[in-house]
C-alpha cells in the first residue's frame, strides 16, 4: 500500500489557498472561539505533525529543539488562542503546533527555553506533560472526571433561589442561595474567565464571568445563579457532543486487536502485544479474528472484510503474496503472514493521522466563520456596553434596567455555536468520507467537491482494469517470429508497463527464452530501448515509430483497424526497420460505466486523457459513456489539457493512477488517486486518495460534498438567526438572561446535532 501520510505534499501553482493552519510565531491566532466558545471547535488540529515527535528531538542544525506537550485541557480553540498569545512572543519560541483532537502543542523552541515555556503554561492553569515519542500521538487518557456533587448542589440552590425569590421570601435568603449556586457551579469558569481577562482576551468563559458579576451586582440574585448553573451543563453537554466528533475517526482504531499470534524463535506461537511485533514477524490468523497488524500472506488463503480501509463491503478473496491490511476481518479461512509495517505505521493508522492532519486545513468557510466571530465579539460587547450607558444618560431611563440588558447582550455575544458549527460538520464529513474509503487530505477539497465542473480521468488502471492481455502478434519484413517474440519479450522484462507486462505473460506462457539487454532505457510516452546481440532495438508505441520515420502507409493501415477496435499497438523496431507489432486489450471495470453516468447526472462532465493511442482512447470513452476523449498524451500533455480547463472556468478534477499523472494530479483542483492500484507518488500528489479502484466513490464524494456544504449553510443560518431573534427580544425589553443562555445552548446543540448526522448517512 503506497504511503498515505502526507497531509499535502504538493503545491498547487494555480493560486489556491491552502492553508495548512500553521501558526508561526507572531500570528495572532485568536479564532473567534478565542473570543466566545465553551469548546468551540474541539474537533480543529493546526498542522498535527504525522510522523511521531520525539520528546525534544532537534532539528535545523542542532540550534532548535521540538518539544511535544499534552495538555489534557486544551480541546478548543479557545485554550489555544490562549496558549498562542502566551507563548508566541516569548524570547526563544519561533513555531507552535497544535493538535487539538490528540490535546498536543509541538513547540520549536530553543534549547534552554523549555522550563520557562512550561511555566508559562502552567500560569494559564493547565497541566503540561512532556509527550515521550512513544505516546505523543497515541490517543491520550481522559481528563479525570470531575465530581458531580457541586454541579447538582449549584442547581438545586439556583431552583431554591428562583421559587423563594417567587414566593417573596427575604432577599437576604434568595442572595445566600444564589451565591451558593454561583460559587458551586461556577468557580472553574470564573477562574478561567479571569486567566482569559489577565490575558487581554475576551473568551465565552470572560463574558460569562462579566455577565454573571453584572446581575449579581444589580440584584438580579435567582437569574444570575440560573445563568451560571445553565452555562456550566451546557459546556457539559457540548464536550460530550464534541467528543462524539473527535472520536468519529478514533473508532477505527478500535478495530485493531491489541494482541497478535506470533512465531517464536523456538517454533512455538506465543500471544504478544502487537506493538511490540517488528517488521518481518509471523503471525498467524485464525477464522473471524481481526487482523492486528499490515503484512503479506506467506501461506493459506482467506476471504477478507476490508470495508474499514476501502469501504468496499464485500469481502476480497487472499492467497500467498497478497496485502493484508491492520483492522480487517478475516472472515473464512485461516493464514500466516509476515508483518510489513509496525502497527503505529499500519495502513489504518496512516488513514487516521492523514484525516486528523486533514482539519488543520481550515476549510473556507470556517476561515470566514473564524474571521467574523472575531469581529462579533468586539462589537457586541461595544454595543453592550452603549446599551448600559446611553439611554440612562441621554433619555433618563432607568439604570438597573438597561444594565441588565446589556448583561443580556454579554450572553448573545458569544458566537460559540457559530464557531462550533463549521469544525464539527467539516470533521463530521470526514470521518464519513474515510468510512466509504475516501480519504480526503483537508476540509478544503471536501467544501470544493461540490463546484467540480470537470473531471478528468486516466484510461489504464484507473477506467479499465489495468491488466490487458496480448490479443494479437503480426510478424513484418519476413523476419522468425520466435526471435522477434524474444526479443520483444526481453525489452518487456525491464518495463513495469501494464503493456509491457502483458508481452511478457503471453512469451512466458508459450515458453519463448529471454535474452540479455544491456544498455537499457525507458522512453516516458513512447517505450522502451536496449542493446542486445551488440544492436539497438525499440519496442514503442505508434509515436515513436513515427518519430524515427518507420511508419508506411501498409503498416498505417494495420495499426488503424487494430487501434479502431479499441487495441493498444506497440512495434518492435531497430535502427531499419519494423520486425513486428503486438496488440494488447484491456477491458473496462464494471463500476466505471455507472460512475461516468451518476457524475452526468450531477452535472459533472468527464475527458478521458490517456498515453494510448486516439483510437483506443475513443473506443473505451464510447464503451464508458464519456464526453470526451484525448489520446497519444505525455505526462505534461496531461498537465496542459487540465490547464485548458481551469482557463473555461469551473473546478476541475483530476482522477488517476500512475507516476505518470503527478503532474496533472498536482496541476487540477482536487486531483483524486486511485488508491490500492495507486502509486505512492500519485498518492502523495492527491488530494483525495479512494481507496479501492471503484469509480463509483468519485460521485458519493460530490454527494457528501454537498451534503456537507448544505449543513455548513443551515449551522451558520440557525446559529446566527437565533442571535439576531435574543437581540431584537433583549433591545426590546422581552429578553432576559436565562433566556440567552437558554438560546446559546440550544443553538449549540442544534448544529453539533445537524454536523453528526453526516456521520450517520
Given at each position: 500500500m503506497p504511503p498515505l501520510d502526507t497531509p499535502h505534499s504538493h503545491d498547487h501553482t494555480h493560486g489556491h489557498d491552502h492553508e495548512h493552519g500553521h501558526h508561526?510565531?507572531?500570528?495572532?491566532?485568536?479564532?473567534?472561539?478565542?473570543?466566545?466558545?465553551?469548546?468551540?471547535?474541539?474537533?480543529?488540529?493546526?498542522?498535527?505533525?504525522?510522523?511521531?515527535?520525539?520528546?525534544?528531538?532537534?532539528?535545523?542544525?542542532?540550534?532548535?529543539?521540538?518539544?511535544?506537550?499534552?495538555?489534557?485541557?486544551?480541546?478548543?480553540?479557545?485554550?489555544?488562542?490562549?496558549?498562542?498569545?502566551?507563548?508566541?512572543?516569548?524570547?526563544?519560541?519561533?513555531?507552535?503546533?497544535?493538535?487539538?483532537?490528540?490535546?498536543?502543542?509541538?513547540?520549536?523552541?530553543?534549547?534552554?527555553?523549555?522550563?520557562?515555556?512550561?511555566?508559562?503554561?502552567?500560569?494559564?492553569?493547565?497541566?503540561?506533560?512532556?509527550?515521550?515519542?512513544?505516546?505523543?500521538?497515541?490517543?491520550?487518557?481522559?481528563?479525570?472526571?470531575?465530581?458531580?456533587?457541586?454541579?447538582?448542589?449549584?442547581?438545586?440552590?439556583?431552583?431554591?433561589?428562583?421559587?423563594?425569590?417567587?414566593?417573596?421570601?427575604?432577599?437576604?435568603?434568595?442572595?445566600?442561595?444564589?451565591?451558593?449556586?454561583?460559587?458551586?457551579?461556577?468557580?472553574?469558569?470564573?477562574?478561567?474567565?479571569?486567566?482569559?481577562?489577565?490575558?487581554?482576551?475576551?473568551?465565552?468563559?470572560?463574558?460569562?464571568?462579566?455577565?454573571?458579576?453584572?446581575?449579581?451586582?444589580?440584584?438580579?440574585?435567582?437569574?444570575?445563579?440560573?445563568?451560571?448553573?445553565?452555562?456550566?451543563?451546557?459546556?457539559?453537554?457540548?464536550?460530550?457532543?464534541?467528543?462524539?466528533?473527535?472520536?468519529?475517526?478514533?473508532?477505527?482504531?478500535?478495530?485493531?486487536?491489541?494482541?497478535?499470534?506470533?512465531?517464536?524463535a523456538d517454533g512455538t506461537w506465543l500471544e504478544v502485544e502487537a506493538k511490540s511485533v517488528p517488521v518481518g514477524a509471523q503471525v498467524r490468523i485464525k477464522p473471524g479474528e481481526h487482523i492486528a497488524l499490515d503484512g503479506r500472506i506467506l501461506s493459506g488463503r482467506s476471504s477478507i472484510d476490508q470495508a474499514p480501509i476501502t469501504g468496499e463491503s464485500l469481502p476480497v478473496d487472499k492467497t500467498v503474496g497478497d496485502e493484508v491490511f491492520a483492522g480487517t476481518l478475516n472472515t473464512s479461512g485461516s493464514f500466516d503472514y509476515s508483518v510489513t509495517a509496525a502497527a503505529n505505521d499500519s495502513t489504518l493508522a496512516r488513514i487516521i493521522h492523514a484525516v486528523e492532519a486533514a482539519q488543520g486545513a481550515r476549510a473556507p468557510t470556517q476561515r470566514f466563520v473564524d474571521q467574523f466571530a472575531r469581529i462579533y465579539t468586539p462589537v457586541v460587547f461595544a454595543l453592550a456596553l452603549l446599551v448600559a450607558v446611553l439611554p440612562p444618560l441621554l433619555t433618563g431611563a432607568d439604570w438597573l434596567d438597561w444594565v441588565y440588558k446589556a448583561l443580556v447582550l454579554l450572553v448573545i455575544a458569544c458566537p460559540c455555536a457559530l464557531v462550533i458549527s463549521t469544525p464539527v460538520t467539516i470533521v463530521s464529513g470526514l470521518a464519513a468520507a474515510a468510512r466509504k474509503g475516501i480519504l480526503v487530505k483537508g476540509g478544503v477539497y471536501l467544501e470544493q467537491g461540490r463546484k467540480l465542473r470537470w473531471l478528468a480521468l486516466d484510461k489504464t488502471g484507473t477506467l479499465t482494469h489495468g491488466k490487458p492481455i496480448q490479443t494479437d502478434f503480426v510478424v513484418l519484413n519476413g523476419y522468425d517470429e520466435t526471435h522477434v517474440r524474444s526479443l520483444a519479450a526481453s525489452l518487456a522484462q525491464r518495463s513495469d508497463h501494464p503493456v509491457s507486462r502483458a508481452l511478457l505473460e503471453a512469451a512466458q506462457r508459450d515458453g519463448v527464452a529471454l535474452r540479455e539487454v544491456s544498455h537499457f532505457e525507458a522512453l516516458p510516452g513512447r517505450g522502451t530501448q536496449g542493446v542486445i546481440n551488440g544492436k539497438l532495438y525499440h519496442l514503442g508505441n505508434h509515436r515513436l515509430i513515427h518519430e524515427q520515420g518507420r511508419c508506411s502507409d501498409a503498416l498505417e493501415a494495420q495499426l488503424s483497424v487494430l487501434e479502431e477496435q479499441g487495441k493498444t499497438v506497440i512495434l518492435l523496431t531497430d535502427e531499419q526497420q519494423v520486425h513486428g507489432l503486438f496488440a494488447v486489450a484491456d477491458s473496462l471495470k464494471d463500476s466505471s460505466r455507472e460512475a461516468i453516468a451518476e457524475l452526468h447526472a450531477l452535472g459533472i462532465q468527464t475527458l478521458m486523457l490517456t498515453g494510448d493511442n486516439a483510437h483506443t482512447a475513443r473506443a473505451i470513452a464510447v464503451q464508458a459513456g464519456i464526453t470526451e476523449a484525448r489520446g497519444d498524451l505525455l505526462p505534461e500533455d496531461k498537465r496542459q489539457a487540465i490547464e485548458q480547463l481551469i482557463g473555461q472556468g469551473g473546478l476541475v478534477g483530476m482522477v488517476g493512477d500512475g507516476i505518470n499523472d503527478a503532474p496533472a494530479l498536482a496541476r487540477a483542483d482536487i486531483g483524486f488517486a486511485m488508491g490500492s492500484a495507486g502509486t505512492g507518488t500519485a498518492i502523495e500528489t492527491a488530494d483525495v486518495a479512494l481507496m479501492d479502484d471503484d469509480l463509483r466513490k468519485l460521485p458519493r464524494f460530490v454527494r457528501l460534498s454537498r451534503d456537507t456544504h448544505s449543513l455548513l449553510v443551515q449551522n451558520i443560518v440557525l446559529a446566527l438567526g437565533i442571535k439576531l431573534v435574543f437581540l431584537v427580544l433583549t433591545l426590546s425589553g422581552n429578553g432576559s438572561m436565562w433566556m440567552a443562555v437558554f438560546a446559546d445552548v440550544g443553538a449549540s446543540l442544534l448544529v453539533v446535532g445537524n454536523g453528526l448526522r453526516l456521520l450517520r448517512k
Open positions: 508561526h510565531h507572531g500570528e495572532s491566532n485568536d479564532h473567534g472561539c478565542g473570543s466566545g466558545g465553551a469548546c468551540c471547535g474541539a474537533a480543529h488540529t493546526s498542522q498535527a505533525p504525522l510522523a511521531p515527535v520525539a520528546a525534544s528531538q532537534t532539528v535545523a542544525d542542532g540550534q532548535l529543539v521540538q518539544t511535544p506537550i499534552r495538555i489534557l485541557q486544551m480541546d478548543c480553540p479557545t485554550e489555544e488562542a490562549l496558549l498562542q498569545k502566551k507563548l508566541g512572543g516569548m524570547a526563544g519560541v519561533t513555531q507552535l503546533d497544535f493538535n487539538l483532537m490528540q490535546r498536543v502543542l509541538t513547540v520549536t523552541h530553543a534549547p534552554t527555553a523549555i522550563e520557562p515555556i512550561l511555566d508559562a503554561v502552567r500560569s494559564l492553569g493547565f497541566t503540561p506533560e512532556l509527550a515521550s515519542s512513544a505516546t505523543a500521538h497515541e490517543e491520550p487518557a481522559p481528563e479525570p472526571s470531575k465530581p458531580w456533587w457541586p454541579l447538582a448542589l449549584g442547581g438545586l440552590a439556583a431552583l431554591g433561589s428562583e421559587a423563594l425569590h417567587w414566593a417573596g421570601a427575604p432577599a437576604w435568603l434568595v442572595a445566600t442561595l444564589a451565591l451558593v449556586a454561583v460559587l458551586a457551579s461556577g468557580l472553574t469558569t470564573y477562574k478561567k474567565g479571569w486567566i482569559a481577562v489577565r490575558n487581554g482576551n475576551l473568551n465565552i468563559n470572560a463574558l460569562m464571568s462579566i455577565a454573571v458579576t453584572g446581575a449579581l451586582l444589580i440584584g438580579q440574585w435567582p437569574e444570575a445563579a440560573m445563568v451560571m448553573v445553565l452555562f456550566t451543563v451546557a459546556e457539559l453537554i457540548e464536550a460530550k457532543s464534541l467528543d462524539r466528533a473527535r472520536n468519529a475517526i478514533r473508532g477505527l482504531m478500535q478495530l485493531t486487536p491489541e494482541r497478535a499470534t506470533v512465531l517464536q
